[in-house]
């Protein structure tokens, strides 16, 4: 079995990978379960965790796809009770009718149908995709610490259920989960720009401030020239609109108009 080390099962890690088991649980149970059943994901944990304190597993399905992708279903005893939940039919009926085999084969069908689901994710149709199913045991590597191999408990009604799935299917999902948040992120990037990018915001300049007295004020004239606090060379500010947000320059001319030649940024924010 080829894998990457596996990481620790952190929180965020461990509730991405819920949700999209859970998402599959519930279109699953859509078309296979009655109206009055209900399934969920119990639980969700490495499989070398849960080696520490259990038995052996053995497997009563192994569902094989390309690339060490596998999902194992566990072996288990309660087919026929099952099967009863798929058919509407008393568990007492389901358990000694002549029809007992065909009911424990379809309960089998369905569960193989959740492995193949769990196996391909949400990204890739599960009947586009060509399973191998054997009745072969799971990688005993597997088991060992850290191998990346999670193990799933499935509640149907008062039933569980456990699937094994292989570290490179668990990858994939991580994969996916990190690709997703990322696209997210650039689409929420590009609604920021397509925002803004029509706005407008005022932007006021100060080239100094002059102190006169009261009898140089009543005189004043035009053509008359007020000495400013600033020297020709020193900085001129401008403030922005927005709280917080200022710069230096210098002045000039550009295209026949007044400018400013930004020359350092003195923002509150930037500080």
């Given at each position: 079995m080829n894998c990457k080390p596996y990481r620790l099962l952190g929180v965020r890690i461990k509730d991405q990978?819920?949700?999209?088991?859970?998402?599959?649980?519930?279109d699953w149970g859509l078309e296979w379960l009655p109206d009055n059943s209900n399934v969920k994901l119990v639980s969700l944990e490495t499989l070398s965790e849960y080696r520490k304190t259990h038995t052996p597993l053995k497997s009563l399905k192994m569902i094989n796809w390309l690339d060490d992708n596998w999902c194992c279903l566990v072996a288990t005893s309660k087919l026929n009770q099952f099967g009863a939940i798929l058919t509407e039919l008393p568990q007492e009926s389901a358990s000694w009718s002549l029809s007992s085999e065909?009911?424990?084969?379809a309960a089998l069908q369905s569960l193989v149908e959740l492995g193949r689901r769990l196996l391909s994710g949400n990204d890739i149709p599960y009947?586009?995709?060509?399973?191998?199913?054997?009745?072969?045991?799971?990688?005993?590597?597997?088991d060992r610490l850290a191998s990346g191999a999670l193990i799933i408990k499935v509640l149907v009604d008062e039933l569980t259920f456990s699937f094994?799935?292989?570290?490179?299917?668990?990858?994939?999902?991580?994969?996916?989960e990190t690709l997703e948040?990322?696209?997210?992120?650039?689409?929420?990037?590009n609604s920021f720009q397509e925002a803004t990018k029509n706005q407008t915001i005022k932007a006021s300049v100060y080239i100094g401030?002059?102190?006169?007295?009261?009898?140089?004020?009543?005189?004043?004239?035009?053509?008359d020239v007020v000495t400013l606090d600033k020297k020709f060379n020193d900085c001129a500010q401008m403030k922005f609109e927005a709280e917080g947000y200022s710069c230096e320059g210098f002045i000039g001319l550009?295209?026949?108009?007044?400018?400013i030649q930004i020359a350092r940024d003195t923002s509150e924010i930037s500080k």
């Open positions: 990978l819920f949700q999209a088991f859970d998402s599959i649980l519930n065909i009911i424990s084969d009947e586009n995709i060509p399973f191998i199913t054997t009745d072969k045991n799971y990688p005993q590597d597997a094994i799935i292989s570290p490179a299917t668990i990858e994939r999902y991580i994969k996916e948040v990322q696209s997210k992120r650039i689409v929420n990037l401030t002059a102190e006169l007295k009261l009898e140089e004020l009543v005189t004043i004239c035009i053509g550009t295209n026949g108009s007044l400018g």
